[in-house]
Nanobody, 127 residues
Framework: QVQLVESGGGSVQAGGSLRLSCAAS????????MGWFRQAPGKEREGVAA????????YYADSVKGRFTISQDNAKNTLYLQMNSLKPEDTAVYYC????????????????????WGQGTQVTVSS
């Protein structure tokens, strides 16, 4: 059974940093594409960052490019999202997700690509 458990959310002032973690279990981690998504109140869930299976190519939404970094530790079956220079508009519930395949930027950051989801972790950025 696939399980994804996020942690690391919290409250921070604008300009600050947070690192989210997603612990994965129940499947061969390195063979899956992994993504971070977020959902703000009243808005649709959107793709933030994704990483190809095995830790290769990475993909970012334009809104976070240059500020967020996705990475993973295959030995620990853990996905990370380092978030720097946070802005109030980054406030949302952040989810990690896993997919057996996602080719290209659009698919990698599209919610419909991913079958498995974590429960989410709240990130609040105050001005």
């Amino acid at each position: 059974q696939v399980q994804l458990v996020e942690s690391g959310g919290g409250s921070v002032q604008a300009g600050g940093s947070l690192r989210l973690s997603c612990a994965a279990s129940g499947y061969t981690y390195r063979t899956y594409w992994m993504g971070w998504f977020r959902q703000a109140p009243g808005k649709e869930r959107e793709g933030v960052a994704a990483i190809a299976a095995g830790g290769g190519r990475t993909y970012y939404a334009d809104s976070v490019k240059g500020r967020f970094t996705i990475s993973q530790d295959n030995a620990k079956n853990t996905l990370y999202l380092q978030m720097n220079s946070l802005k109030p508009e980054d406030t949302a519930v952040y989810y990690c997700a896993a997919s057996a395949y996602a080719g290209g930027w659009y698919a990698a950051l599209h919610t419909g690509t991913y079958k498995y989801w974590g429960q989410g972790t709240q990130v609040t950025v105050s001005s």
